[in-house]
C-alpha cells in the first residue's frame, strides 16, 4: 500500500470512519444555560457580567494578571502590537509559518512584517537562527534595533506557538531583551500549553488568544489580550471600547479606539467552554497518544509531539512527513480528504503571499521545509472523550 | 416647575416609573430556538446556516441586491470605505455630529476625516451647505476633488441617518455625482428607515447597518455592508474573511484581509431579531406619537419627528431644545438621569475629539447649535409593546 493509503488506514483506526472534520468544538456544559441568562437579562453585548467573569477566569486559567476580552485573536493582535508601541514605518519579527492574522496585524499598525525562520523541534521561531540573523544585519542605535538595508525601526517580535506547541520561549524573551525588541506572543492557538508550567502568553509584555470556532475553546467568534501590567491593561480595555471617556451619559473619546470588545453573548459561550477546557486538553492529549500509536509503523512519517519541558494543547495534531516523502504530501491530502478526513497542509508561507511579496525576510529554509511536510488531522476533542461522555 | 422637572414629569407620563434605560433589547421571539440550533448544529462561528439566511433576509427586508454582515458597524463602515478606494492620505467629508466610528473607519483606512455641517430639519449632513462649501474651497482636477488648502484628493463622503432620521439623501447623491464622490451611506442607527419608501443604505454605493446592543435590532454585536453591486458584494464577502483563497483544504490568501466576519451565534440571534421587526418599528412610532403629545404642552421643546417624505425607525426619541433653553440642558440631563431615566446629550462632536481636533472642518454652526440642544430619550421599542405582548 502506498503512503498516502497508510495515512488513510492510520487515521481511521483512531477516529472511526468519516466523515470526520479538522476541528470542531463540543458544546455538553453549561453552554444553554449560560446563553439562557444573556437573553433574560437582555445583556447580550458589550457589557455584561460574562464578559468580566470570562476575563477573570482566563486570567485565572492561565496566570495572566490581566485579561482582556475581545471580538477576536487578530484584534487582539492588533491592540497588543500597538500598546506594544509598533509605529507606522516599523518592523516587526514574525515567523514566515504562521496563519495570515499575525502578518495582518503588523500591517493594521501601519508597520511592516519582518519574516523569520522556523526550527523543526517547536515548528516556531527559531530565536538561535534569528539571533545571528539580527547580529548580521541590524545595527543597535540609542537602545533601538535598526534594520540596515531597510533604514527602519524593528521594533517587536511576535512567537507563535504553533498548532499549540511551544516556541522556545525563553531564548525568544532573551532576544528581545538584547535587541530591544518589545516581545508579543501570538498564543491564539495554544491556550492550555505551557513552558516550565508557565502559561504561553504570559512570557511577552503582552501575549494573544483565540476563541475562534475551530480552537480548543470557542466563542464563536472570540479573542483575548493577556499582560501582567495593569497599565497596559487598563490602556487595552480603553483602545478596544472605541476609547471613550467614561461618564453616565457623555459619549467622548480621547484617541483612536477600536469596537473590538466581545459581546457578552459570546462571552457566555467561553465561560461554560472554560469549564469543560480541562476535561479537552486531556482528550487531546489522549488523541496524540494514540495518533503516535498508530503512526509507529508507517515508515517515514512521525507525530508531532510537545518539545521538552513543555505540555502542548495539543490543538492541531500534526503528521510531520520526512523530506523523502514531501512530494507525497497534496496526494496525502486529497485522498484523507476524499476519504471523508479534514486534513489539511501548514498554511501558505507568509513570504509567499501576494501582499507581503516585497516584505523583508531572513533566508527561510527550514519553514520551507516544514511547509512541504506538514499536515495536521483531525483533532477535535471530542474524538477522544466518547468514553467519558 | 422648572424645565428639568417638566421634562421627569412628560417623561413619566410616557414610559411609567423608572429605573428605565436609554435602549434596551427585547427577546420576545425565537431567539431561543435559533440559539439552540446553533449549539445542537455545533456552528457557531463565521460559518453557519444562519450566517447565510441573515444575509438574504436583511437583503430582502432593505431591497439591498447583497448583504454581507460583519462583527459589527466599525468594521462594516472600515470596509465599505476601503471598497469605495478611499486611499490613504485621502480626505473624506463625514459630518461633525456623529458617533466616533464613522470618522474612525475613516481613520483606519489612512484617511483624514474632513468635518461638515448639519441642518436641524433631518440632523444630518446639510447637502446645500456642504455644496457652497466645497464650491469654495476645492478644485475639480481630472475628475477629483481636491482640498485647495491641503491639496489632498477627497475621496468620499459618509452621510450619517441620525437616530434613525433620514438624511437628504437626493441631494447628497447630487453631491456625490457633481464633485466626483463616493457615497457611503452610514446607516448604522436607520434600519427600518426609508426615504420615498427606499431603505437608508441602498441609495449610495454601499451602505452600512449596525446591530450593537443598543440597536433597533441586535446581534449582541453585528453590522452589514448593503450594496447592489455583484463585484463589490463579492470583494466585501472576501476581504471580511480574512481574504483567503477559496480552497478546501489549503490556506493561502490574496490581499491584506480582516477577520470581521459575523458568527453564525450571532447571526442567529439576528434572524430570530428580525422576525420581530416590524413590530419593533411599530412600537417605536407609537412611542414617538406618546411622546410627541406628552412634551406639546411643555413650552421650548420639541420632539424630533421624521423629515417630509421620509419614515424614521424612531430608533432615539429626542428632544430638541430652543437655543434659549440650552444652557438647561445639562441640568436636564441630571435631572432625568437622577430620577432613573436613561436620557443622554448627542455625542461630543468629532472635532472636539482630541484625536480630531487637527483635521479639516468646514464652519460647524449648526452641529455646535444641534449639539448645544439634543437630549435623547428612553426609546426601547418594549415601552410600547406591553399591550400587544
Known amino acids: 500500500m502506498g503512503i498516502a493509503g497508510q495515512v488513510v488506514e492510520a487515521v481511521w483506526s483512531v477516529v472511526g470512519p468519516g466523515p470526520v472534520a479538522l476541528h470542531e468544538p463540543r458544546f455538553a456544559g453549561r453552554e444553554w444555560d449560560y446563553l439562557r441568562e444573556c437573553l433574560d437579562s437582555t445583556y447580550v453585548s458589550s457589557v455584561g457580567p460574562f464578559v468580566e467573569r470570562f476575563e477573570r477566569e482566563l486570567a485565572a486559567f492561565t496566570g495572566s494578571r490581566y485579561a482582556v476580552v475581545v471580538v477576536n485573536g487578530t484584534a487582539a493582535l492588533h491592540v497588543a502590537l500597538r500598546l506594544a508601541g509598533v509605529q507606522p514605518g516599523d518592523e516587526v519579527l514574525v515567523p514566515a509559518l504562521t496563519f495570515v492574522a499575525t502578518a495582518a496585524a503588523v500591517t493594521y499598525c501601519g508597520a511592516v512584517p519582518h519574516f523569520v525562520d522556523c526550527e523543526e523541534r517547536t515548528l ?24 540596515r538595508r531597510t533604514g527602519r525601526v524593528i521594533r517587536a517580535i511576535v512567537p507563535m506557538h504553533t498548532f499549540g506547541h511551544p516556541v522556545d520561549i ?57 499582560t501582567d501590567d495593569e497599565a497596559l491593561a487598563r490602556h487595552a480595555r480603553h483602545l478596544v471600547t472605541t476609547a471613550k471617556v467614561p461618564h453616565g451619559w457623555a459619549y467622548s473619546h480621547d484617541e483612536i479606539g477600536y469596537n473590538y470588545r466581545l459581546p457578552n453573548l459570546n462571552a457566555a459561550l467561553g465561560c461554560a467552554q472554560l469549564e469543560q477546557l480541562p476535561a479537552f486538553l486531556d482528550a487531546k492529549r489522549l488523541l496524540f497518544e ?68 516585497s516584505s523583508p525576510k531572513m533566508p527561510l529554509p527550514v519553514a520551507e521545509a516544514l511547509a512541504r511536510r506538514v499536515i495536521n488531522l483531525p483533532s477535535s476533542a471530542w474524538l477522544a472523550m466518547d468514553e467519558a461522555s
Open 124 to 147: 516556531g521561531l527559531d530565536p538561535v537562527a534569528v539571533r545571528e540573523y539580527l547580529r548580521n544585519t541590524t545595527d543597535m542605535r540609542e537602545g533601538r534595533c535598526v534594520n
Open 290 to 357: 494514540r495518533y503516535r500509536r498508530a503512526f509507529a509503523a508507517v515508515p517515514g512519517v512521525q507525530i508531532v509531539a510537545e518539545p521538552a519541558g513543555c505540555r502542548s494543547n495539543y490543538w492541531l495534531q500534526t503528521l510531520l512527513l520526512d523530506e523523502s516523502l514531501a512530494a507525497e504530501r497534496d496526494a496525502i491530502l486529497t485522498r484523507t480528504n476524499e476519504a471523508g478526513f479534514g486534513t489539511r497542509p501548514a498554511w501558505e508561507l507568509m513570504h509567499r503571499l501576494t501582499p507581503y511579496a
Open 170 to 226: 525563553d531564548r525568544v524573551m532573551a532576544l528581545g531583551e538584547d535587541f530591544g525588541l518589545v516581545v508579543v506572543e501570538d498564543a491564539a492557538e495554544s491556550l492550555g500549553s505551557t513552558v516550565g508550567g508557565r502559561h504561553t502568553g504570559t512570557f511577552g509584555a503582552l501575549g494573544t488568544l483565540s476563541f475562534n470556532g475551530n480552537k480548543t475553546l470557542t466563542t464563536g467568534g472570540g479573542g483575548a489580550i493577556l
